[in-house]
């Protein structure tokens, strides 16, 4: 090799793989000096022995990758590439050289997860539209590498069978209609709250300093995002429900939960300028988290999953809390929405009924009091 006999090399190397076939050492060699004689499908072959060895060797699929760009398959070596990604040590503990190696596989990657989402969309064409259209646009992304798939991780009760999706699909809510509709009532009740009632917000989260706050510290206790409750753990203020008469009339048409010391739930949720709830999951995936907005600055957004939606005044959405979230307020304006728990829909009566009941029984034999998160 140092003399640039690199067809004799390979012979050696070879001779020497076939003897310690478990050399990763050897055959990556023998690779090298294939490529130097452009024999790059030996090369290949050479890299084959090398994968045999080590399965996840990251110079190997690297190299691989590489052979394939050079061997005119542009797309089967972006995919090869975004194998080789996914071992590759972090950026600070690679060699320089290596660190260009790298930057050029995620460029041809991305192209190539690029003109994959680009072919794959122009083949569905018109059908990218509806309910259908928005899960296939969703299934496109996820197979082009551009949205990343999030499962549900409920903190506490988990039923199974329930559909993983992170906003519904309005179809299934015939009740939204009927609460846009009410939206400048219920925007007007809540302007008189923020001007002559603003005693009865007080911190969303507010957890005892006991307890590991993890991502809520900077939250904890603080009026930076504060909520309005109608129904708090199951129980009606009857303060708030008195000043806000529309707005209790709108929530009491909407399927709620109904469970002692958890359900119902509902508040004005009001977010202050330059803050950002940090992501987290809720608690259960038997119920579904509704947000009406009602005072929305430029600057706010809201995500779900790989989903990211801006706040429209008037436009609901129902999405499922236990896939990991997040909102943000980067204006200088509060930002205000009413928020609710419904019933999953995918449960029928009876299992409501029955969560409602085991949720109940659960907490009557824990001693549990009222104050945990809605169901």
Same mark, same amino acid.
């Given at each position: 090799?140092?003399?640039?006999?690199? $067809?004799?090399?390979?012979?050696?190397? %070879?001779?020497? !793989?076939?003897?310690?076939?478990?050399?990763?050492?050897?055959?990556?060699?023998?690779?090298?000096?294939?490529?130097?004689?452009?024999? +790059?499908? %030996?090369?290949?072959?050479? +890299?084959?022995?090398?994968?045999?060895? /080590?399965?996840?060797?990251?110079?190997?699929?690297?190299?691989?990758?590489?052979?394939? @760009?050079?061997?005119?398959?542009?797309?089967? !070596?972006?995919?090869?590439?975004?194998?080789?990604?996914? /071992?590759?040590?972090?950026?600070?503990?690679?060699?320089?050289?290596?660190?260009? !190696?790298?930057?050029?596989?995620?460029?041809?990657?991305?192209?190539? /997860?690029?003109?994959?989402a680009?072919a794959?969309?122009?083949?569905?064409?018109?059908?990218?539209?509806?309910?259908?259209?928005?899960?296939?646009?969703?299934?496109?992304?996820?197979?082009? %590498?551009?949205?990343?798939?999030?499962?549900?991780?409920?903190?506490?009760?988990?039923?199974?069978?329930?559909?993983?999706?992170?906003?519904?699909?309005?179809?299934?809510?015939?009740?939204?209609?009927a609460?846009? !509709?009410?939206?400048?009532? &219920?925007?007007?009740? +809540?302007? %008189?709250?923020?001007? @002559?009632h603003?005693?009865?917000?007080?911190?969303?989260?507010?957890?005892?300093?006991?307890?590991?706050?993890d /991502?809520?510290?900077?939250?904890?206790?603080?009026?930076?995002?504060?909520?309005?409750?109608?129904?708090?753990?199951?129980?009606?203020?009857?303060?708030?429900?008195?000043? =806000?008469?529309?707005?209790m009339?709108? &929530?009491?048409? *909407?399927?709620?939960?109904?469970?002692?010391?958890?359900?119902?739930?509902?508040?004005?949720?009001?977010?202050?300028?330059?803050?950002?709830i940090?992501p987290?999951?809720?608690?259960?995936?038997?119920?579904?988290? *509704?947000h009406?907005?009602l &005072?929305?600055?430029?600057? =706010?957004?809201?995500?779900?999953?790989?989903?990211?939606?801006?706040?429209?005044?008037?436009?609901?959405?129902?999405?499922d809390?236990?896939?990991?979230?997040?909102?943000?307020?980067?204006?200088? @304006?509060? $930002?205000?929405v009413?928020?609710?728990?419904v019933?999953?829909?995918?449960?029928?009566a009876?299992?409501?009924? +029955? &969560?409602?009941?085991?949720?109940?029984?659960?907490?009557?034999?824990?001693?549990?009091?009222?104050?945990?998160?809605? *169901?």
């Amino acid at each position: 090799m140092a003399a640039k006999d690199f $067809r004799r090399a390979a012979e050696l190397l %070879g001779r020497a !793989a076939a003897l310690e076939p478990s050399r990763l050492d050897l055959w990556l060699a023998r690779a090298a000096a294939l490529r130097a004689i452009s024999d +790059l499908e %030996g090369a290949l072959e050479a +890299l084959h022995g090398a994968l045999v060895a /080590q399965p996840r060797s990251f110079p190997a699929l690297l190299m691989k990758a590489s052979l394939m @760009e050079r061997l005119g398959a542009p797309h089967g !070596a972006g995919a090869a590439y975004g194998v080789a990604l996914t /071992q590759a040590p972090p950026d600070d503990q690679m060699p320089a050289q290596m660190r260009a !190696a790298v930057a050029h596989a995620r460029e041809v990657h991305a192209r190539y /997860q690029a003109e994959m989402a680009r072919a794959l969309g122009d083949s569905l064409g018109p059908e990218l539209s509806g309910v259908t259209g928005r899960r296939l646009s969703a299934f496109v992304d996820r197979l082009a %590498g551009r949205r990343r798939v999030f499962h549900q991780e409920p903190v506490e009760f988990h039923y199974p069978g329930l559909p993983e999706l992170e906003f519904h699909d309005r179809e299934r809510f015939d009740f939204l209609e009927a609460l846009e !509709a009410a939206t400048a009532e &219920i925007r007007a009740e +809540l302007l %008189g709250v923020l001007k @002559e009632h603003r005693d009865g917000l007080e911190p969303y989260v507010d957890y005892p300093p006991h307890l590991p706050l993890d /991502q809520w510290a900077e939250l904890n206790g603080s009026p930076a995002w504060s909520a309005y409750h109608f129904w708090k753990y199951g129980e009606r203020v009857e303060a708030h429900s008195q000043c =806000c008469p529309r707005t209790m009339a709108a &929530i009491g048409e *909407l399927p709620q939960p109904r469970v002692p010391g958890r359900s119902p739930a509902a508040m004005f949720s009001v977010l202050s300028p330059r803050t950002r709830i940090p992501p987290h999951t809720g608690i259960a995936n038997t119920r579904l988290v *509704l947000h009406l907005p009602l &005072i929305v600055p430029e600057g =706010c957004g809201f995500r779900v999953g790989s989903e990211t939606r801006p706040w429209k005044v008037g436009e609901a959405w129902v999405f499922d809390d236990t896939v990991e979230h997040e909102a943000w307020n980067d204006s200088d @304006e509060v $930002r205000t929405v009413l928020i609710c728990d419904v019933w999953n829909p995918y449960l029928n009566a009876e299992e409501r009924a +029955l &969560i409602a009941k085991v949720v109940a029984a659960m907490d009557a034999f824990s001693g549990a009091r009222p104050g945990g998160d809605g *169901l």
